[in-house]
Every structure is written in C-alpha cells, then in structure tokens.
C-alpha cells in the first residue's frame, strides 16, 4: 500500500468508526446471526494475487458488522463491560500506527514512561498507598497468573522455575468459589494442579471467605507437610459481585506469612469514588491487585493494570535477561532522586513482547478528567440500584442478589411456573433474539438468575429504564 493510499484508507476507517458509533442504537445488542453464516461468506483460501482495497472494504461492510455483538452499544447489560471511549479509541488509532513493540524501555521510552506516569495517576486516582507501583498486562488472566507464579516461587525459596514441582511438598493456594474462572487457569499453568486450590467456605451477603475458616486450612495444610503459598482474594467477582473482607484476609495472610493477590478487574474502576473504598477496605495490605481499565473505566481493550506494593518478586520470578534483550548505557540520571536501572516492563509479565497501552489512559484520563470519569460510574451504581428497586416492587420478580455497585441478579417467578430455572434461560434468550438489550444469566447455588449490570460508557438513565420495560414485556409474553 502506498502512502497515498493508507492515508485514504486510514481516514476511511477511521470515518466508518464514527459513523459506527453514531449508528449503534438502531443495532440489536447481540449478533443476530447463525452458527457458521460467516464462514460460509469466506473464501476457503487466500488469494494469490492482490485484491483491491474497494473489494475488501466492501465485503467488510457487508460481512462483519452485522455479526459482531456491539460492546459499545447502550442496550449492552451483559457480562461486564468493555468500555472504549472514543477518545481511547483515537488513542489506539495513534499506536497501531506507530506500531511499536514496546518490551525494553529502549524499544519505546515513550511507552515505559508514560506507563509509569499514568500507573502513578491511576494508583493516586484508586486511593492506594504511595509505594505502589505496576504494569499493563493485556488482562487480568495474565496478571493473575504472574501473581500465582511468584507466590510459588516465594513458598518454594525461588527453586520451582529450575526443579519444577515434583520434588516438592504441594504448594496450596486459597481462595473461595466467587473468583474468576482466571484463578483455576492460573493454577492449572503454573504446574500447582487444581486439587491444592483450596476453596474456602463463604459467609455473609457479601460470599466473602471466611477467615477463620481460611486460618484453619491454612494451619491443617502446615501440619500436613503440604507448602502454603499465598492467597487470592475477591473484589466484585464475576457472577454476583463476591467480595471478600480484604483486612480480614489479609491479616491472615500477615499472619502465616502469605503472599496476597486481589482480584478487582470490574469492581476496582469504582474504587476513584471514595465512598465504594469500604469494599475493598484494607486494600494496602495485599502484595498485588489486577484491575481492568478496559472494563468499567473506558480504556480500549486490552488494558488490565497490576499494581504490587514490592515488584521485585515479581521480577524475580519472570525475568529472563539473554544477550539479545540487555541493554548498555540506558540508566536514568542520578539526579538526587530517581536515578538507577531504567524499567523493562517485559521483565514484569509473562509475555515478552508488549503494546503501547499507556496512551489511551493517558488520554482517557485528561480528555474526561477523574470527576467525569466518576460520576459515570455514580450514575450506573444508582440507576443500576434505582432498577433492582423495581424489581423488587413487581411481584411477579424476585432479587436473587443484591446489588454490589451496579450489579446485581434476579429472576421471573410467574405463579403456577413450575421449571423456573428453564423459565428463566428461555427468558434470556428470548430477550437477547428480541436484540433491543443483551443479558446474560448465572447460577446462584442452584438457581438460575438473570445478571443486570450498568456500565456501558454512553449508557444514559432512559436506557436502564427501557431495559426494565423491555425485560417486563418479554417477561410476560405469553
Ligand atoms: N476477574 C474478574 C472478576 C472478571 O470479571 C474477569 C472477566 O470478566 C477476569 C478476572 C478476567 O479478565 P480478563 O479478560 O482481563 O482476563
């Protein structure tokens, strides 16, 4: 492609992703397409020679939006959210052209710089303690898996990476049944094994663990001959928002002398607003903390922060430094303060290679300012609170779970339904075919529930509203 080219092409793009947007209400929510329609408009090998740039983008238009679930549209109550505001999206535009892959500090000072910086602001933004420094990983399942890697080379004085885990006692992580999915991945590929997964029974209307309970295990294993290594604690889990008392848990974890890693990836965007801080009270406790600017905040996917109070276990655990990746000469200026070794962020992640992910916080945050940035997610916590009032009031609705932030579960109790959960699966999937909103369901010991989650960026107070009449119709359709 010649420069004349990309820039037409460029512009192109970038012009069809405002019209994009601008269109994206009159879209339904979820793909409205079936198993294997696109597949079957590909052609089955790639060309030999060259197609024009017209073709392509035509067969683009006509293929793929139709069959993409729109993550930015206001009707997306699903999951939790993937927020790209524009702005981080113009961001993104800026480094896919630049392209850089950012490993070293050399590779890209601008990048390891700005990620310093913007990390820092996070940090300040969040209310953790001075002292804590971080990373950007593509996701909180990368950051967590980094974690559980260093809690067991920490429990095994560091020999694990060269003996593997064979000729030693089990290493035993715990963490209760409310964490992400990412935690058994993280087990299962750091070699611990799931059976020293050790979940610890919940309590209270938060499905928080248990601290006696996760002392007692604790000290079993120990007598046991097994190698306790550290723990994983909750904040806004995925399915009901399970939370864990973080000061509770990590007295624990001081006590035994673990290592604690806290999953926050949706519920830490909330923690700029001082008054949900009481959810994640004694945060400054924890070893290391994932939370996902790509979720609630609105930095274009990938973006997962991982915040350690001290990186260089961290560092100790992953860095590898061949020939090909050291570098001379590149030392800060010992200016009083701040001199020394230059950070290599790829030391601090499992994957080597790394993009620029720092410019679109960096944009997102002075483009929005913090207190925009807040009072969207105080908007979503109380219209998302305002709605499960409603519910409450229909007597047809009941609420499994209460909200955490702006999530919470419920379910359609129509009398004389005898299958409720089926009633409730058949209720999502007509409500996702209808398009107008896209939902999803978990299950709550035993129950199927409906999640509701406020969060898309854009999502205004008429569209909570219209969900609600929108799940009501549905609801009673007969
Ligand atoms: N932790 C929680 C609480 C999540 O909800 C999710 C994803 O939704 C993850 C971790 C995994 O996040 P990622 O997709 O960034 O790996």
Known sequence: MQPDEFRKWAVRAAEWGADYREGLRDRPVRAQVRAGAVLDQLAASAPEQGEAMETIFADFERIVPDAMTHWQHPGFFAYFPANAAPVSVVAEHLVNAMAAQCMLWQTSPAATEMEIRVIDWLRQALGLAEGFKGVISDSASSATLAAVLTMREIALGWCGKSEGLAANPAVRVYCSGEVHTSVDRAI???????????????TGSRRGMDAAALDAAIVADREAGMLPAGI?????????????????????AKRHGLYLHVDAAWAGSAMICPEFRDLWNGIDAADSLVFNPHKWLGAQFDCSVHFLKDPEPLIKTLAYRPEFLKTYGNQLPGNGSGGGEVVNFSEWTVPLGRRF??????????????????????????????????????????????????LFSFRHVPEGEGDLNRHNLDLVNAINDD?????????????????????????????????????CEMARRS
Request: proline share 1%; charged share 25%.
């Open 188 to 202: 299962w590929v750091s070699g611990i094994g799931e059976d020293n997964l050790v979940r610890i029974a919940v």
């Open 232 to 252: 994983v604690a909750s904040v806004g889990g995925t399915s009901i928002g399970g939370t864990d008392d973080i000061a509770a848990v990590a007295e624990v």
């Open 357 to 406: 992910r720092a410019l679109k916080l960096w944009f997102l945050m002075r483009a929005h300012g913090l207190e925009d940035l807040r009072n969207r997610i105080r908007n979503h916590v109380a219209w998302s609170q305002e709605l499960c009032e409603k519910f409450r009031a229909e007597t047809d609705f009941e609420i499994v779970t209460e909200p955490v932030l702006s």
């Open 435 to 471: 398009g107008r909103i896209y939902l999803t369901q978990t299950n709550v010991d035993g129950k199927i529930a409906i999640r509701f989650q406020v969060g898309q960026f854009d999502v205004t107070q008429e569209d909570v509203t219209r969900a609600f009449d929108v799940i």
